[in-house]
C-alpha cells in the first residue's frame, strides 16, 4: 500500500510502498478514503514533541474510509460499513489508571502508562489502509463524505467535548478563541445549539470568515470581550495558552473557561488581580471526552447544520500539504485523500 512515511524527526513525508497491514483480533482494517492532518501531526514529525517509536513511521487520527476485513472476535462492524477511527484505541488494560474502568478517552491517552494511540504508538492514518481497534471507530452517516468526516475525528470532536465539559446553558453567550481547525467547528457547533457566540481571534483576514460561521462578533482580545459584554463560556482552541489566560479577562461571573488544545510552549496562568475565586470561575480541560460526542458532531454534519471547511490534497501531493499546514496556510483543516 502507498502510506505517507517520515523517516526521523525533521524528514520531509514521503509517500513510499509499505506492507498492508492485516486486522488481528477485536479490529477492523479500513481502506483509507480521507485523512485530516492535525497540527500535531505535523509537531511529532518536526521534533517538538519526541519522535514515535513506530517503524515505518506513519502519522495521523483523523482517517475516514470503508471497512474491507474484520478482525476475529467483531461483531459491532461489517465489510462495507464507512467508518472513521480517531486517536485513542485504548489503554493498556493493567496499569493504575486502566484500573479504574473508565472509558476510552483522550485522558486515557494522557494518564494509561502504554495507551494504543492512533498514529503515535501504532501506525496511523495517513496510509491507504489501517487497522485499528472496532471498539474505536464511529459508524459515518449517509451524506457526510470522507473529506467532511475526516476532520470531525479530531478537531470535530475536540471542539464538541470543549462545549460539552464547559456545561453550556440555555442562553449562555460563547466565546471561541482562535478561528481555525479547531474553532471553526466550535463555532458553528455552538450557534447550532442556539448560542450567541463570539470570536477572538487576532486575525483580521478572518473576521468576515467568522462571521459567516455564526459568530454575532469579533473581537481581537479578552479585555476588547468584557467591554463588548463578556462570554459566559470561552472555548481555548487555538494552540497559545498565554492567550487563553488573557481571555479569562472577558468571563462574565460564574463563567467557564475550557481549554481544548496544546501549547507545547507556553503556561496557562490565573491573574490574581482578577479575582478568580471570587468571580466563580471555572477551568476545564477536554479532549476526546466520549464517543457520544463524536457521534454527536458527525449528526450534526449530517444534518447540514455544521460544515467543516477543508482543503483536499491528493496523496501525491503530501509535502506541500503538510508544508502549508506547518505555515497555517490551510483554511481551515488539511484533508488528504488516498
Given amino acids: 500500500m502507498r502510506a505517507a512515511v517520515v523517516s526521523e524527526a525533521g524528514s520531509p513525508w514521503e509517500l513510499r510502498e509499505v506492507r498492508t497491514p492485516e486486522p488481528g483480533p477485536g479490529e477492523v482494517l479500513i481502506r483509507v478514503r480521507a485523512s485530516g492532518v492535525c497540527h500535531n501531526d505535523v509537531w511529532l514529525t518536526n521534533g517538538v514533541y519526541p519522535f514515535p517509536p513506530i517503524r515505518p513511521m506513519i502519522v495521523g487520527h483523523e482517517p475516514a474510509g470503508d471497512v474491507v476485513a ?49 498514529g503515535m504508538t501504532v501506525q496511523g492514518g495517513h496510509a491507504e489502509f489501517i487497522a485499528v481497534r472496532a471498539s474505536s471507530t464511529v459508524l459515518l452517516p449517509d451524506g457526510v463524505s470522507y473529506e467532511q468526516a475526516a476532520p470531525v475525528m479530531c478537531a470535530g470532536y475536540t471542539a464538541l467535548s470543549a462545549l460539552r465539559a464547559a456545561d453550556p446553558r440555555p442562553g449562555d453567550r460563547v466565546a471561541v478563541l482562535g478561528i481555525g481547525g479547531l474553532g471553526h467547528l466550535a463555532v458553528q457547533f455552538a450557534s447550532a445549539f442556539g448560542h450567541e457566540v463570539v470570536a477572538i481571534t487576532r486575525s483580521s483576514d478572518k473576521h468576515d470568515l467568522a462571521r459567516a460561521l455564526g459568530a454575532s462578533a469579533v473581537v481581537s482580545s479578552g479585555e476588547e470581550l468584557r467591554a463588548a459584554g463578556g462570554a459566559d463560556i470561552v472555548l481555548a482552541t487555538g494552540t497559545s495558552y498565554p492567550a487563553a489566560s488573557e481571555a479569562m479577562r472577558g468571563l462574565r461571573v ?82 488528504i485523500t488516498y
Fill in 70 to 118: 474484520v478482525g476475529a472476535g467483531v461483531t459491532s462492524r461489517m465489510v462495507g460499513d464507512r467508518v472513521g477511527a480517531t486517536w485513542v484505541q485504548g489503554g493498556c488494560g493493567r496499569c493504575d489508571y486502566c484500573s479504574l474502568n473508565l472509558p476510552a478517552t483522550g485522558q486515557t491517552a494522557m494518564n494509561c502508562e502504554s495507551p494504543v494511540l492512533t
Fill in 254 to 335: 460564574n463563567g467557564r473557561i475550557s481549554l481544548a488544545s496544546i501549547d507545547p510552549h507556553g503556561a496557562f496562568t490565573i491573574d490574581p488581580s482578577e479575582q478568580f475565586f471570587a468571580k466563580g470561575h471555572r477551568v476545564s480541560g477536554a479532549s476526546h471526552d466520549g464517543l457520544q460526542h463524536l457521534d454527536e458532531a458527525l449528526k450534526l454534519v449530517a444534518a447540514g447544520r455544521v460544515n467543516p471547511v477543508t482543503e483536499s490534497f491528493a496523496c501525491t501531493d503530501i509535502a506541500e500539504a503538510i508544508d502549508k499546514v506547518d505555515k497555517g496556510a490551510v483554511r481551515f483543516r488539511a484533508a
